[in-house]
T-cell receptor, first 116, second 112 residues
Framework: GAVVSQHPSRVICKSGTSVKIECRSL??????MFWYRQFPKQSLMLMAT?????????EQGVEKDKFLINHASLTLSTLTVTSAHPEDSSFYICSASSGQFQETQYFGPGTRLLVL | QKEVEQNSGPLSVPEGAIASLNCTYS??????FFWYRQYSGKSPELIMSIYSNGDKEDGRFTAQLNKASQYVSLLIRDSQPSDSATYLC????????????FGDGTTLTVKP
């Protein structure tokens, strides 16, 4: 149980384009999903918290107009990196939690984004 | 002071030894504590959760929680080379409604 998937696992795009990353909870309903970014050899950085049906809460310093988050259902959240630039290249990881797991977060496998 | 602090590492132990990973946290009202393992290039995976003072054992892993000292640890017995990874301590602070605060991680290397 508690499986989270992400798609795509890897994406290469040109500077200026937008990229959408999907995060799905496969066998539970995720009331809350989290989006993280991790640069090589650095710690996880929380970008935003999203609850189903409401606007995401962004961490300080994260541009909400650049990183669009939609959590339209209890099993799906999407992160869109708009007008991507090379400095957005990173490992993006989502996690999902449900009250039934005492707020444990289960992580997706991550999406590696490379912006050329 | 960081909200969640871990040994800076790296930590190196020989195969078969006990690896001890430590974590302290600043919010005394914290309720939920987690240990994740992250292999290089991969996302974190949950190893253990602990909510009450004392020890919790799962196979070769034992989590220890002391809320009075604001301290949580992870012991790995009979360490194997496959345990080599970065271990992340995560704490759900009282007011964060499920949001975990992560430490920077301790990198463990188990040498054959």
């Amino acid at each position: 149980g508690a499986v989270v998937s992400q798609h795509p696992s890897r994406v290469i795009c040109k500077s200026g384009t937008s990229v959408k990353i999907e995060c799905r909870s496969l066998d539970f309903q995720a009331t809350t999903m989290f989006w993280y970014r991790q640069f090589p050899k650095q710690s996880l950085m929380l970008m935003a918290t999203s609850n189903e049906g409401s606007k995401a809460t962004y961490e300080q310093g994260v541009e909400k107009d650049k990183f669009l988050i939609n959590h339209a259902s209890l099993t799906l959240s999407t992160l869109t990196v708009t007008s991507a630039h090379p400095e957005d290249s990173s490992f993006y990881i989502c996690s999902a939690s449900s009250g039934q797991f005492q707020e444990t977060q289960y992580f997706g496998p991550g999406t590696r984004l490379l912006v050329l | 002071q960081k909200e969640v602090e871990q040994n800076s590492g790296p930590l190196s132990v020989p195969e078969g030894a006990i690896a001890s990973l430590n974590c302290t946290y600043s919010d005394r009202g914290s309720q939920s504590f987690f240990w994740y393992r992250q292999y290089s290039g991969k996302s974190p995976e949950l190893i253990m959760s602990i909510y009450s003072n004392g020890d919790k054992e799962d196979g070769r892993f034992t989590a220890q929680l002391n809320k009075a000292s604001q301290y949580v640890s992870l012991l790995i017995r009979d360490s194997q080379p496959s345990d080599s990874a970065t271990y992340l301590c995560a704490v759900n602070m009282d007011t964060n409604a499920g949001k975990s605060t992560f430490g920077d991680g301790t990198t463990l290397t188990v040498k054959p």
